[in-house]
């Protein structure tokens, strides 16, 4: 035990009780000899009636609440409880594994919540400061700092090299935090704080039961820190108990995969039966109310979405080990979920990017996999592969998640196939939702092309990205009308998309959606787009605005920041080059509604100009000028607009003579018929158009 945490044991606790005088090294391991306030608070925590704790019981009976916590440790040290989270004694050695942990070893701490880096600072008394908000004074720092994702760096560590130096730190860490941060229990709830109550779900999900048990063999993981820890965990139970069905629902979602698995894994505290009650029943209510029948959670983000099945399968998974059965029908609900995420994702393993969404490719991962072959699905290690393992799911690579309203379009798996996802669904029931709809993302030959802007930062330096740019419909692939954004509704699909608006066949995919509420907008004006995908080949898209007046419209086509887009100034068609390879064609067409200016904007934002544009947001905190293709028309009434989309591996200099026109708008609102060119053949596509209201 370090300097800094005999201090804790001794000053911060003493906030709790009276300062203690210094002992031998023998009792300063077993923080309840000096401090029994704060014994009775361990030992009120634990349930004395759970078989196995007799001796336990019997130290307390005999008011020996020293001697009660000493054996409490070794109990867990040797009984079953968390055996899915134990692992093997590793032999000693002054081997060090570097990198994170021995960077934390430092108090510097990489927090990938974030995509951070930075040395924790301390407190007057010798403690980390878990308020700090980071080297870009963002709140999400702080966050993520108390997710503890150190925890596992530093159970990894050990395991690797089995140096003591990692569970000491762990052991300090553990004190200085407990200690610190007492919760009996909080009552912050939503409220940004160490103990927010996503938080709390997130420490109980993973970091605080993994560590407790992997440190077991360790004795550096004394009787203070391991009784610390135990009351911690029961702080942490009472909160979630009090406070967790708070938040967004990826948040709840969280929380009661959080109980759920601490009552499992922690059985002899008090009140454990009633937590996993209380949690299976939540989350019943959730994957019933908050994801629909196709497996989307109903934010609309597909990152969140991520979170929600992980959460999902962390309780089924953690049921299984702990010889519980799950419902069947909560099985096959947490089955559909990550259905939903290996049909959408691209030939490259990334999610679609919508809503507050980073470019996330989740099927890299081994616990993906794992996860693949708990519901044994072959067809799944297919996709994620890129068709190197598995069995090739049957039919079409394309699937329109109806209820969502999110429809994937593929021409296949393997890496040179095509991928676009066309959003037709509702806004999205948390603040997590962009103002997308009908946003067009085409990812082709390894390479993203027409992407969605991302979500920038949510608080601190950067945030302004976030709030006056990425959530609004300027940063997506569709259009605005009089300078106006889509309005944040619907939050949720009450039915799923009409059968009558899509079609998945062998050789085409087609669908249509209309968005017709702009907020501050005069009149009465809709968007209505079909896209019409000819597989291996091409993408046709027409846009009618139906207008009571005249009006402007903006149409953006937003490149990725490695790309390069060239613009023909003169019929306004574009090339946007990807990397590592292939290109896609922008072409409008020549004789819809007249373009008055197209121009390709990059890095664009206040107070030289009225609003951000040509913006990018890799993942959390990366903000990059993007170049993006506006256009801009002034319609007298309602108008037509139709675009080729022509993707290919070559140089844009390699490209065939492309072109596309209107053939028939005389009902715009019932169908609209172009003619494509390309090099020397040429194709008729009729498209209906008639608005989905």
């Not at 081997?95 to 990938?112: E, M, P, V, Y």
């Not at 037509?640 to 596309?660: D, K, R």
Request: include cysteine; charge should be negative.
């Amino acid at each position: 035990m370090t300097l800094t945490t005999l201090w804790l044991v001794f000053g911060a606790i003493g906030a709790i009780a009276a300062s203690i005088p210094v002992a031998s090294e023998t009792n300063i391991d077993n923080i309840c000899v000096h401090n029994a306030s704060l014994a009775e608070q361990i030992i009120a925590a634990v349930n004395l009636t759970f078989p196995g704790l007799e001796q336990v019981a019997a130290a307390v009976r005999a008011k020996n609440l020293g001697l009660a916590c000493e054996i409490l440790a070794q109990y867990y040290q040797n009984c079953s409880s968390g055996s899915w989270l134990r692992v093997p004694a590793v032999p000693p050695s002054g081997k060090h594994a570097g990198g994170q942990a021995d960077a934390a070893l430092q108090d510097i701490f990489t927090l990938s919540g974030v995509g951070e880096t930075a040395k924790i600072p301390r407190n007057a008394d010798g403690g980390l400061d878990w308020h700090y908000t980071g080297p870009r004074h963002d709140i999400e720092f702080m966050n993520c700092l108390n997710r503890h994702q150190v925890f596992d760096v530093l159970l990894d560590a050990h395991q690797s090299t089995g140096n003591a130096v990692y569970a000491e730190k762990f052991g300090d860490l553990v004190v200085d935090w407990v200690s610190h941060l007492p919760c009996n229990p909080c009552t912050t709830g939503t409220m940004e704080s160490p103990w927010r109550i996503l938080e709390v779900g997130i420490r109980t999900v993973d970091p605080w039961p993994r560590a407790f048990y992997g440190f077991q063999h360790a004795p550096e993981f004394n009787t203070t820190a391991r009784v610390l820890m135990l009351l911690g965990v029961h702080e942490h139970g009472l909160a979630l108990v009090k406070y967790g069905n708070q938040g967004a629902p990826n948040w709840r979602m969280q929380q009661y995969a959080g109980l759920a698995t601490i009552a499992l894994a922690f059985p002899e505290l008090s009140g454990a039966a009633a937590w996993l009650d209380q949690s299976l029943a939540g989350m019943q209510r959730e994957i019933e109310g908050e994801v629909y029948a196709d497996g989307v959670e109903t934010e609309q983000t597909a990152g969140y979405d991520l979170m929600s099945a992980n959460n999902f399968y962390a309780v089924l998974f953690t049921l299984t080990q702990a010889g519980r059965e799950a419902p069947p029908a909560y099985a096959r609900a947490v089955e559909t979920m990550f259905n939903y995420i290996a049909l959408s994702i691209d030939q490259t393993g990334f999610l679609p990017r919508n809503g507050d969404t980073d470019h996330t490719a989740p099927w890299r991962s081994s616990a993906m996999q794992e996860i693949a072959r708990h519901f044994n699905r072959s067809d799944w290690q297919y996709i994620y592969s890129a068709g190197a393992q598995g069995t090739k799911p049957s039919g079409s690579a394309s699937h329109l998640f109806e209820w969502a309203g999110q429809f994937v379009m593929k021409s296949g798996y393997i890496l040179d196939d095509h991928w676009a996802c066309f959003d037709v669904g509702p806004y999205g029931s948390s603040g997590h939702a962009h103002r997308d709809k009908l946003h067009l993302n085409i990812r082709a030959y390894s390479s993203m092309l027409l992407v969605d802007s991302g979500r920038f930062t949510y608080q601190g330096d950067g945030s302004i990205y976030h709030s006056q740019y990425a959530t609004f419909t300027r940063a997506h692939n569709t259009f605005t009308i009089d300078g106006c954004d889509q309005s944040a509704a619907p939050a949720v699909a009450v039915k799923p998309v009409s059968n009558s608006t899509w079609t998945i066949t062998e050789d085409h995919d087609y669908a249509r959606g209309t968005m017709a509420s702009y907020d501050g907008l005069k009149g009465n004006a809709s968007h209505t787009r079909a896209v019409l995908y000819i597989k291996g080949q091409y993408w046709v898209v027409v846009d009618v605005i139906a207008t009571d007046r005249p009006r402007s419209v903006q149409a953006t086509w937003h490149a990725h920041p490695n790309s390069t887009v060239t613009l023909d100034p003169h019929a306004f068609s574009a090339t946007v080059t990807g990397v590592p390879r292939g290109c896609i064609a922008v072409v409008p067409a020549a004789d819809g509604a007249s373009w008055g200016n197209a121009t390709v904007v990059s890095g664009q934002q206040p107070p030289e100009f009225a609003k951000f544009q040509g913006w990018y947001s890799e993942s959390y905190l990366d903000h990059r000028p993007a170049p993006t293709l506006v256009y801009n028309a002034a319609i007298r009434g309602s108008a037509v607009f139709a675009w080729l989309l022509y993707p290919s591996p070559t140089a844009p200099a390699a490209l065939p003579s492309l072109a596309i026109a209107i053939k028939d708008a005389r009902t715009p609102q019932q169908s609209v018929t172009v003619g494509v060119t390309v090099g020397t053949a040429s194709h008729t596509h009729t498209l209906v158009t008639t608005p989905v209201l």
